[in-house]
Nanobody, 115 residues
Framework: QVQVVESGGGLVQPGGSLRLSCAAS????????ANWYRQAPGRQREWVAG???????NYDDSVKGRFTISRDNAKNTVYLQMNSLKPEDTAVYYC?????????WGQGTQVTVSS
């Protein structure tokens, strides 16, 4: 069983920045694909960004150019750098890691963008 823990959420003003972290257990972290999702109140969970074991990245159009996903295999951690935040980015952000057909989710971290 892989344990996934997100951190780094909080309250930020529009135009501000936050960096989310996702720490996952396991000795083969380098083989995991990782994704960030988010869920706003009253809305379905949506995919935000992903990073492959090869370090290849993909982004939803709504965050492209503002968010950056990265990974540090030595620390078993995936990051989501979020810049130029907008009120519509307000949501609970979830990290998902996957390997060998299995998926593991964290408990989520709240991001609120408001003045």
């Amino acid at each position: 069983q892989v344990q996934v823990v997100e951190s780094g959420g909080g309250l930020v003003q529009p135009g501000g920045s936050l960096r989310l972290s996702c720490a996952a257990s396991g000795s083969i972290f380098r083989l995991y694909a990782a994704n960030w999702y988010r869920q706003a109140p009253g809305r379905q969970r949506e995919w935000v960004a992903g990073i492959a074991p090869s370090y290849r990245t993909n982004y939803d159009d709504s965050v492209k150019g503002r968010f950056t996903i990265s990974r540090d295999n030595a620390k078993n951690t995936v990051y989501l750098q979020m810049n130029s935040l907008k009120p519509e980015d307000t949501a609970v952000y979830y990290c998902n890691v996957e390997h060998g057909g299995a998926e593991y989710w964290g408990q989520g971290t709240q991001v609120t963008v408001s003045s």
